[in-house]
Structures are given as C-alpha cells and as structure tokens.
Nanobody, 122 residues
Framework: QVQLVESGGGLVQAGDSLRLSCAAS????????MGWFRQAPGKEREFVAR????????YYADSVKGRFTISRDNAKNTVYLQMNSLKPEDTAVYRC???????????????WGQGTQVTVSS
C-alpha cells in the first residue's frame, strides 16, 4: 500500500511562506489523486487542495485560493504545497493523502501521512 511522509512545517510570522513536501512510496503514485488537508485544535478537518494523477487538474479551498499552490513531481514520488502570504488562521496540522478516486471529501482518501505542524504567529 501507499505510505506518505510529510515534512516542511514550522513556525513563521504572518505574511511568510512555507513549502510542505509529501514523499510517497509505490510504483503507481501517478495513478492517485493527492490531497492536502488540515486540522486545527477544536476544529473539523478541512480540505485544502488536491491534484490529479498527472498534475493536469488542481482544486483549492476558497480560503487558500490565490495563496497556496499544489504541485507534484511523479519522478520523485513527491507532492508539494507552496504556502504564501500565510495567516494566523492557517495554523494547523497539515496532512497529505492519496485517493484512488478524486474529490475533496476526506472519506475518499485511503492513505494518510502522519502530519506536519504549521504555526503562523500574528
């Protein structure tokens, strides 16, 4: 099965940028839609962004559109989330996930990373 490991989180100030990485196992990486989700303490898990297997289709939550960019390098089995103009409300644990079928509902994703913490101070 697919194994996912996130990295790149940290503590930054409002307006700063971070790039998260998600390294995946498996020869069939390009067959999976990849998504990023986040969850803050006391809040529900929410969809952030997704990208199709070949990278041709991307979709973003309204809250991050224009600030975040999802991309993938299938030769490296890696998905990225470039986060610019970070806001305190972006503070959360960010997790990447893989789905055999597309969509923004977390229930469509069968494989999950352990998460990486992003903290944005005001």
């Amino acid at each position: 099965q697919v194994q996912l490991v996130e990295s790149g989180g940290g503590l930054v100030q409002a307006g700063d940028s971070l790039r998260l990485s998600c390294a995946a196992s498996g020869r069939t990486f390009s067959s999976y839609t990849m998504g990023w989700f986040r969850q803050a303490p006391g809040k529900e898990r929410e969809f952030v962004a997704r990208i199709s297997g070949t990278g041709g289709i991307t979709y973003y939550a309204d809250s991050v559109k224009g600030r975040f960019t999802i991309s993938r390098d299938n030769a490296k089995n890696t998905v990225y989330l470039q986060m610019n103009s970070l806001k305190p409300e972006d503070t959360a644990v960010y997790r990447c996930a893989a789905a055999a079928l597309g969509g923004s509902d977390y229930r469509r994703y069968g494989y999950w990373g352990q998460g990486t913490q992003v903290t944005v101070s005001s």
